[in-house]
């Protein structure tokens, strides 16, 4: 009987214990671009202040993800667009490019205050890139004009200038 007891707790005792999990893998993107090199911009519509491409530490994935945005840009699907630099943007969330790209985007959607937002965090991340910084300047700059906001959007134009 005692072997009993012992035999149905070691069972009972295996079923609740709690299986080893590893946990993910870390992604580090907050490596500087080596090369010092800067994305190319669109010239071929209305947000042409849209990086085509992050710098290339940004990794793989995020590429493939910015070439998969820039086709929904060019079929007019601005949903999916945003929605793929959303997802560019948790796997590279210190990218001040992705930022500027999401803040054209809600820009474009009619989303002025959290394009303003969006620019502005920008800014915040690009570490001493002053043509980032003035093309954030004059997203929110828009942005401002688009909230009937002169005096602010006269500011921000003004440091855009200040940065070319």
Request: charged share 25%; proline share 8%; glycine share 6%.
């Amino acid at each position: 009987m005692k072997r009993l007891i012992f035999l149905l707790l070691v069972l009972i005792s295996a079923c609740t214990s709690t299986p080893q999990r590893t946990p993910p893998p870390v992604v580090d993107g907050t490596r500087p671009d080596s090369a010092g090199r800067e994305a190319p911009e669109r010239i071929d519509t209305p947000s042409a202040e849209l990086p085509v491409t992050p710098p290339p530490a940004s990794g793989g994935a995020v590429v493939a993800l910015l070439d998969r945005a820039d086709a929904y840009h060019r079929s007019g699907d601005i949903g999916n667009e945003a929605a793929t630099v959303e997802r560019a943007l948790r796997i590279d969330p210190n990218n001040a490019r992705l930022w500027n790209r999401l803040a054209a985007i809600r820009l474009e959607q009619g989303q002025p205050r959290q394009a303003e937002q969006l620019a502005l965090k920008s800014n915040a991340l690009s570490r001493g890139d002053t043509r980032l910084q003035a093309r954030n300047w004059r997203l929110v700059a828009r942005a401002r004009w688009s909230m009937n906001d002169s005096t602010g959007a006269r500011s921000a134009e003004n440091k855009a200038r200040e940065l070319d």
